[in-house]
Nanobody, 131 residues
Framework: QLQLVESGGGSVQPGGSLKLSCAAS????????IGWFRQAPGKQREGVAC????????NYGDPVRGRFTISRDNATNTVYLQMSRVNPDDAAIYTC????????????????????????WGQGTRVTVSS
């Protein structure tokens, strides 16, 4: 059973940076694509970024494109989300999730960023933005 554990959340000032980690265990990490999702109070969960088996297959949500970078280290079974130029709208609970790699490979961006398509989830880490 794949398990996902997020870390790295906390408070960041507007314009600042923060790096989140998603550590996987319990299954073959290379068989899964990983997505980062976020949910702010009163809002629906939205797709932030996702990555396939290699760092070349990535997709980003419109609000974060150009500011956030997703990457993975298959040697340590970890996926990262580097957040830069953070703004107050980025405050949310960030959660990583996993999808079977073969499903990810044949799908398009909107499918990959839809949280309903991910069966495995972590518990989330909170990001607050304040000066």
């Amino acid at each position: 059973q794949l398990q996902l554990v997020e870390s790295g959340g906390g408070s960041v000032q507007p314009g600042g940076s923060l790096k989140l980690s998603c550590a996987a265990s319990g299954a073959n990490f290379g068989n899964y694509a990983i997505g980062w999702f976020r949910q702010a109070p009163g809002k629906q969960r939205e797709g932030v970024a996702c990555i396939g088996d290699r760092n070349t297959r990535t997709n980003y949500g419109d609000p974060v494109r150009g500011r956030f970078t997703i990457s993975r280290d298959n040697a340590t079974n970890t996926v990262y989300l580097q957040m830069s130029r953070v703004n107050p709208d980025d405050a949310a609970i960030y959660t990583c999730a996993a999808m079977d790699w073969t499903t990810f490979f044949v799908s398009q961006r909107d499918f990959r960023l839809n949280p309903a398509n991910y069966p495995h989830w972590g518990q989330g880490t909170r990001v607050t933005v304040s000066s």
